[in-house]
Every structure is written in C-alpha cells, then in structure tokens.
C-alpha cells in the first residue's frame, strides 16, 4: 500500500490530528509572513499561538475572493519568490481575479490528490489519461496533467479544442480516462455522434473525471451512457490549489475532501456561524499544508453540505456532496431562491430534450422574467408547432410545481445554444 493509500483510511481522530498541527502552522506562518494576515487577525483580536482545537479555528476570521483581489499579484504569498515555481489565475468576469502560487512540494501534492480521483477508478499504469481541460492559467490542464503523471498513468496534454481531433485521438490511442468539463465531455459524445461514430462502442474510456462546474445527476447518466464509463466528479478551486479537494469515489456518493491537505466547514452564508454535518450551506476552506499562497477560512461561496457516516468504500476523508451552485449565482426569482441546476434536473425529466440549456434573465416592467431555452434532443421532431408548444407548456408546468417559480420554456433551434470547450455558460443575465 502506498503512504497516500494509507492516509485515505487513517482513523479519522487521526486525520484531525493532522489537521490541527497544519493549521496551527499554517495560521503561524500566515501571521508571521503575510501582512494583510497580520492585520486581519489582530484587528479580529484572534491569537494564532492560542490554538488548541479545531473547533478553535471558528473565532478565527474569514477570506474572502475580495482579499485576494485586493493584494493581487504577490500580497498574500508566505515564502519567498526564489521558492515558487509556478503560477495559476483564475479570470474573474472583470480581468485577472486571483493568482496562486505553488511550491515545489505544493506541485506535489497537487499531483498527488488528483491521483487520488484516478486511483478512486482504480487507475494507474494501464490507463491512457486524455486531460483536455485547458491548460495554461486555468488550473483544470495543469491539475489533472499532475495526477495522471503521479498516478503512473500515460498521460495526453490535449488541452480543450479542436473536438474532432479529441475524437481521433481517443480512439487512436486507446484513451481510458477522460479528463475535462462535463459539458465539453458531452459536445465531445454529441460531436462524435453526429460524425455517425458510437463512442459507447468506438471509445475505450473507463472512467472520467470530470468538473469545474456543477452538473445534474441526470445529466451525469446521460453522459454514462452515451460515453459508456463511469463519471466522477472532481472539486476544486485555483483560491486553494485547483482540482483536487475532493473528488468521487467509485461509490458515487459524496466526494472525499482530500483532508490531510484542506481543513473544510460548512458555514451559514448569512450569519457565519459554523453547521452540523449533514446541513446546507456555504464551504470554507483552510489550508492544512500549503506553503506558497496558504488560506485561512476561506469562503468558497459554494454551497454543499458535509455528508454524515462514512462511505462504503472504507475511506475515511469526509465527503461532501455534489455542489448546488454558488451562492453568486443562484437566482432570486421573486423571492425564491433558485439555482441554475434545480432547473436542470427538472428539464432533464423530458426526453425530448438535449443537454444544452441556458437560463436567461431580463427585466419587464420592474419584474425579472426567467427564460429557460433549451435544445430538442434529435429524436424531437422540432418542425411540428404543436408538439413544441406541448413540450414548453410541459416543462414550464413542471418546473413550477418543483420550484414553485413561473419560467417561460422556449425550445430553441438545435446547436444554437454556444458549445464551450471550458466551463459552460448555463446562465446570461440580460437585465442591464
Ligand atoms: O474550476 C478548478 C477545477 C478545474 C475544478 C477542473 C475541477 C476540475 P476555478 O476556475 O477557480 O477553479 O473555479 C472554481 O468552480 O468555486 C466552483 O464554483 C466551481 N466548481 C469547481 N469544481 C466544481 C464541481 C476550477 N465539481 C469554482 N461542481 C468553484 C460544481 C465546481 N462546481
């Protein structure tokens, strides 16, 4: 067994054990190293030395994305430039949001939890690995190029694009697990499809691991079943490392948080107090171990719940379950809260319809109106009026006994929904 097989089943007062010296280190090294965290701390009058136990670790205060973009580029690095060797950003929607820097020792472990996901489906020298996350700045390339390299897997830099030639290249070099967004895996089935190939049949993939964004249950059996393998999703975010958090176990139930290297909570958004296991509410994230850009209490803004009990795959890490959405991105549609991939479950309980949607939001009269446009699964004969205006009524009625909300459904043209080759954008917001 190898040392990371181990600490997956450590007892889990060991983990936390684990956890408690690294945080205590790391809480330290924040506060003797980074100004802003000086600061931070001593104007919350929160003691670093003091920490006696995790549950310590809730006096201490929050950080949210704003810190980062506030001591952009290099603020809140805690070792010096001659120690770092590589950076990653995240774009936020205005410009450069957030930058993280890596260690040699900090590439490491990066490489090693997202092994993990791959060990998890049982991966390792045999498997061909086909990363087709973008690489460069966006930590999804990079990540799972890491893992497949420390799972011992033969590993495709693809990066994403250029769909036809991923095509080619799954099938001409046997890939065996699939790394990218779970929409780009699907516009790589669908655009396989259409050039009259069966990936079920033509492709060998066994496993994917796939996130980056959030994705329904049904959308993930659609997947497994047009790509014939086993999907499991992977969190992760460039504030903390990239992906690699936590990632899905063959069980499908929850992803394991990779706890030897991320102390998580689940706060309520709006009053900050920490949560039993087992409740809804916003992830926060400490570092146990990083060295370059380390985080302390970091609000995540993504919504998920700790699952209680332990998994039937033995492993001991906590998991959490499949994400719902942002707190940022849930939509407030008159009073109701409501998150893009609620929609989607509902939607996907039509088989007349595809996997490419879009949430759009405009303002009439003062009111914000919600607009569900979405493509016909091909079977769907599109041309007939009527069967269109069956089908719209059908899943507007549906959605609104679901979410309690009035959204108008509009089927749309096929392949008139933009395809992406990231992280697809499920919601445009209109209202100026
Ligand atoms: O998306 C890192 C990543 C790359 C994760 C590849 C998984 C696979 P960012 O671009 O910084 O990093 O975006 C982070 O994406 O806060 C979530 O809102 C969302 N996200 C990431 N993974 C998932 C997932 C990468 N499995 C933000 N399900 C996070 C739902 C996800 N949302």
Redesign the pocket.
Known sequence: MSETQDVLTLPHEQIQEIQLEGVKQTLIRCYENVAFYKQLFDEAGFNPYELTSLDDLAQAPFTTKQDLRDNYPYGLFAVPMEDIRELHM?SGTTGVATVGGYTERDLEIWGDCFARGIRYADGGADDVCHVC?GYGL???GL??HYGGIAAGCTTIPMSAGNTERQIRVLREMGSTILCCTPSYAMHIADTAIAMGLDPAKDFTLRAGIH????FSDNFRAELERKLNYKVL???????TM??GVAIECWEQNGLHVAEDHFFVEIIDPDTGERLPDGEWGELVITTVDREATPVVRYR???ITRIIPGECACGRTHKRID??HG?TDDMLIIRGVNVFPSQIEDVMKTFPEVSSWYQVELTRKDHLDMVTLKVEPDPSFSFDEVRAVEKLQSAISGRLKSALSVGIRVRIVAPNSIPRSEGKAKRVVDLRG
């Open positions: 995240s996350y966006f930590t999804g990540g799972a996130g980056a964004e959030a999703d992977v969190y992760g975010l460039t504030e990239g992906p995540t803004r993504d499949r994400l942002r």
